[in-house]
């Protein structure tokens, strides 16, 4: 019995350490150490219904990320992207990986660099627009640009206190970014017919992206903060191990021996619990999944 347990421990631990192993390997091509940049997806066309967003680097078939059922206003968290040429594509929400996009387009993400994929315009005239987002601001001061997503208000007026961030923009365009006054400041967006008001603090050394948005009855004001801090990395998702085109580091042999001492001891911690345990007329299983998908969530 006191084997048996033994056994049962050197399992469980060594299990713990394949895993770690495991999904070291996984996220292993975005490490820290490889030149990286950020994307970031967004679904802004009011009347196009939810989509699948895939994100595919250049010459793998398979998926790094899928974001499920994204709908009209979404915007993801930044990934973490190794430097590389990518592709996104949508499909109908619930399609299958199979099926033809209705949309896709290139992405070439330069290290250091962070980049907005979003899918603007009406229904009849949707397109993937790729943003590049800034990541640093003047001393004392906040940078702030405007995506005008409102198909209701086709021209509309974008202020912030008192410096006017874009006047009369057409529906799916944005702006170059503006410096602005750090401070709490009213943000105000005018169309012809309705208008929406916000208060965002924007801090010294922040980047914002500000996203006018059809809601039920008024025009909304979201708030994106790409970057604070003139040296801080835009925050983002948990880590997906995007591949991008840069070539993989070779993992060290220490790894190679660490995996395979494990494979082998878990191979005979396995066979001593298989000689000492009864068979049994039941039968079960589980398994154990490492997902790229990341949620979109607000």
């Excluded at 019995?1 to 996220?27: C, D, E, P, Y």
């Excluded at 410096?179 to 009213?186: D, I, K, S, W």
């Excluded at 922040?206 to 059809?214: N, P, Q, W, Y």
């Excluded at 021996?257 to 001891?265: S, W």
């Amino acid at each position: 019995m006191r084997l048996m347990s033994r056994s049962s421990r050197i399992l469980n631990a060594l299990s713990a350490v394949a895993l770690s192993l495991g999904l070291l390997s996984i996220a292993g091509p975005a490490t820290s150490a490889t030149p990286a940049g950020w994307l970031r997806l967004a679904h802004l066309s009011p009347n196009t219904p939810p989509v699948d967003v895939y994100l595919y680097s250049l010459g793998n078939p398979k998926a790094r990320v899928v974001l499920h059922h994204v709908s009209y206003g979404t915007v993801s968290p930044y990934l973490r992207a190794a430097a590389g040429v990518y592709t996104v594509e949508m499909r109908p929400a619930g399609a299958t990986a199979s099926s033809p996009p209705v949309l896709s387009t290139a992405v070439h993400v330069h290290a250091g660099d962070a980049y907005t994929v979003a899918g603007m315009g009406p229904a009849k005239g949707l397109r993937l627009q790729v943003l590049t987002d800034r990541l640093t601001s003047p001393p004392g001061h906040a940078m702030v640009r405007v995506i005008q997503a409102s198909m209701r208000e086709h021209l509309v007026t974008v202020r912030a206190g008192s410096s006017v961030i874009g006047t009369k923009l057409p529906f799916a365009t944005a702006t170059a970014y503006r410096a602005v006054p750090m401070g709490r400041l009213t943000i105000r967006a005018v169309g012809e017919n309705e208008h929406a008001l916000s208060t965002v603090t924007l801090n010294s050394g922040t980047i914002h992206t500000l996203v006018i948005l059809d809601r039920s009855r008024h025009l909304g004001i979201d708030d994106l903060t790409d970057a604070a801090g003139t040296r801080f990395h835009p925050r983002t998702a948990p880590e997906t191990g995007l591949g991008g085109t840069a070539p993989p580091r070779r993992p060290s042999s220490i790894t190679w021996l660490a995996f395979i001492a494990a494979g082998l001891l878990l191979a005979g911690s396995g066979l001593v619990r298989f000689r000492r345990s009864r068979p049994s007329g039941g039968s079960g299983g589980s398994s154990l999944q490492a997902s790229t998908s990341e949620s979109a969530t607000r």
